[in-house]
């Protein structure tokens, strides 16, 4: 029995009045083809047959490969499918997982076991590597989607005009210790570099520095005093020793402060990213998070060429919230932006320490109150890049961004160049899942007062329904709620008020699919559906079952951005 409320709002763009199911993108295909796919679909609706399919497509035993077989079926990421066998829907895992890649984890198996941890979002990193290594990540990425069932999105992150070191003429990592006096030029050196010396990637860096400057690398993790300048040349004595990585981030400081006027006017977007953005659009990623974001005139001025370059695909655009003028502009960043990533590396090399954590808080509340998803990055576990275990700090710090409700958290050198990849992503997932629950049975988190942020009447009516739905669900102590939905807006809508059950979003395209995969709760499945809701619904129920993902009985709200439409039902 199904307890339905419509609201008759203005018509969607392009509402179909026929029940029929829809068959997007398919071919026209030969008489005898296109009566099988019919006989699919129809059996589909029927109560299932249930053959162990395998982690991606019902209906392949039929032997019709692809598109045939994919009006018929349903996408569903394997690992979240095994979760939800294991665990029963409500303790699936919210916050969103994204994994840098790097040398220790660009291997087919290592991204297979990453994805297989709950990989999320895979990051690539523009400062480091070269284009062809990107493009076969990439490229494995898709193909282990395709070929095991996983929906991992893609995620570039561009270089920006950043200063910092050259790639240490190769190694790995070079030793800087308390007092050594080391030499960084703009010079271009061949390889091997002379012994103490680093090159520096901005041409004015010689120029800009001053004698008793503090250089301050990698956000901290070694610092040095500026003692003598000669033409290109810059001396400087190692004042706080540590590991020296390749490419790794300069700030200088005057007097207590980061001189920042020259850094201020190189561009956000350098010719460099460029073209790394244009690689980015030709691969198809899934997200471009833009370094070093100082206005919304860029996020714009980035969606606007995306827009251009290609019609058909939609590429996210994340603002890295790194620098101080980022915070200045916090809000119209934001609002620019498609989700927000708090980027505490650079971030805490631009403030003051003690003021990350409230900036971090500030950013993960501004960008729910504005519908964003937003990521919480860097060093969450950072002592598990050398150990197999992290600091209890570490547990508490991350224990402390899955509290406040962020979309998701990123691993960086933990997993692009650590010892231990894999083991740290089980630590976010079992931290992540062990907070939910506890503040989920608590009931420890405030509830948050959202505001309007509707644009249009019928904006507003989805908005008022997922408001709506997500208190119901948590009134009536639902199992899941469904979403229906093309673009993913009203999936967004329901993640923002974050119910306390799951929410199963189906949506007919695999790109809208993979870029749900960033937001809190959603559990995105590829299926093509109608308009007929009592269709949909009926099928979606089969094809779950059929897969023991969902049982006779669960309580179910249903929502639908074709109809904008609540519906309360139990399983059948
Ligand atoms: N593609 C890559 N090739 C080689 N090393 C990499 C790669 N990606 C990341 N790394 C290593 O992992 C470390 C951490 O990665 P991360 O992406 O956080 O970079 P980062 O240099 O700190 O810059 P950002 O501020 O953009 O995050 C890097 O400093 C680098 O040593
Ligand atoms: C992720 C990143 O760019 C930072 O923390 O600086
Ligand atoms: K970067
Ligand atoms: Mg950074």
């Not at 931290?431 to 509830?447: D, F, G, Q, T």
């Amino acid at each position: 029995m199904a307890q339905s409320l419509h609201l008759l709002a203005p018509p969607s763009p392009s509402p179909s009045p026929s029940p029929r199911l829809l068959r997007p993108r398919l071919p026209s295909l030969p008489h005898h083809q296109q009566l099988l796919r019919r006989q699919i679909c129809r059996a589909s609706a029927a109560p299932p047959p249930a053959p162990d399919l395998g982690p991606v497509v019902l209906a392949s035993e039929n032997g019709i490969s692809s598109s045939a077989a994919a009006a018929a079926a349903i996408d569903v990421d394997a690992v979240t499918e095994a979760e939800l066998k294991e665990n029963g829907f409500r303790s699936t895992r919210r916050t969103k997982l994204v994994c840098t890649i790097g040398p220790a984890t660009c291997g087919a198996e290592q991204l297979e076991a990453l994805a297989v941890g709950g990989m999320n979002v895979a990051r690539i990193n523009m400062c480091h590597g070269t284009q062809d290594w990107h493009r076969r990540v990439i490229r494995q990425v898709r193909r282990l989607n395709e070929e095991k069932g996983f929906a991992v999105a893609v995620m570039m992150d561009t270089e920006g005009s950043e200063i910092h070191m050259g790639d240490l003429g190769g190694a790995a990592s070079a030793k800087a210790e308390d007092g050594e006096i080391w030499t960084f030029s703009v010079r271009a050196f061949n390889s091997p570099l002379p012994d103490r010396t680093i090159h520096v990637n901005y041409d004015g860096f010689a120029e800009d520095v001053r004698v008793g400057d503090d250089l301050i690398v990698d956000g901290g993790m070694v610092q040095f005093e500026v003692i003598e300048k000669i033409g290109p040349d810059v001396k400087c004595r190692c004042t706080d020793p540590g590991l020296l990585l390749p490419r790794a981030n300069i700030t200088f400081w005057r007097d207590g402060s980061l001189v920042r006027e020259r850094n201020a006017m190189l561009p956000t977007i350098s010719s460099k990213d460029w073209l790394d953005i244009d690689f980015g659009i030709a691969e198809g990623v899934d997200f471009i998070a833009v370094s070093f974001v100082k206005s919304a005139e860029v996020v714009n001025h980035l969606k606007s060429y995306i827009a251009a370059r290609c019609r058909d695909s939609d590429i996210s655009v994340v603002a890295k919230i790194e620098s101080i003028d980022s915070l200045k502009n916090l809000e119209e960043i934001i609002r620019a932006s498609d989700g927000a990533m708090v980027a505490r590396g650079d971030l805490g090399a631009q403030i003051p320490l003690e003021q990350v954590p409230s900036a971090q808080q500030k950013i993960v509340k501004m960008c729910r109150q504005l519908n964003k998803p937003v990521i919480v990055a860097s060093q969450l576990l950072e002592s598990m890049i050398e150990y197999p275990t992290p600091t209890r700090a570490e547990v508490a710090d991350v224990s402390e961004a899955v509290r406040q409700r962020a979309d998701a958290l990123m691993l960086s050198g933990e997993s692009a160049m650590g010892q231990y990849p894999e083991k740290a992503l089980t630590v976010l997932r079992s931290v992540s899942l062990r907070i939910e629950r506890w503040w989920r049975e608590e009931k420890r988190y405030e509830a948050m007062e959202l505001s309007d942020i509707a644009s249009s009447f019928s904006d507003k009516i989805s908005e008022e329904i997922c408001n709506s739905a997500a208190k119901m669900a948590n009134n009536l102590g639902v199992d899941a709620l469904f979403v229906y939905t093309k673009t993913g807006h009203m999936a967004s809508l329901l993640s923002r008020c974050r119910p306390d059950c799951p929410i199963f979003a189906f949506t007919t395209s695999t790109s809208v699919r993979r870029r749900l995969n960033l937001q809190w709760g959603l559990i995105p499945f590829r299926l093509s559906f109608s308009d007929d809701m009592e269709s949909n619904l009926n099928r979606t129920f089969a094809l779950l079952k059929a897969r023991g993902m969902i049982q006779s009985g669960d309580l179910v709200i249903a929502l639908s951005d074709m109809l904008q439409s609540i519906q309360v039902m139990n399983v059948p």
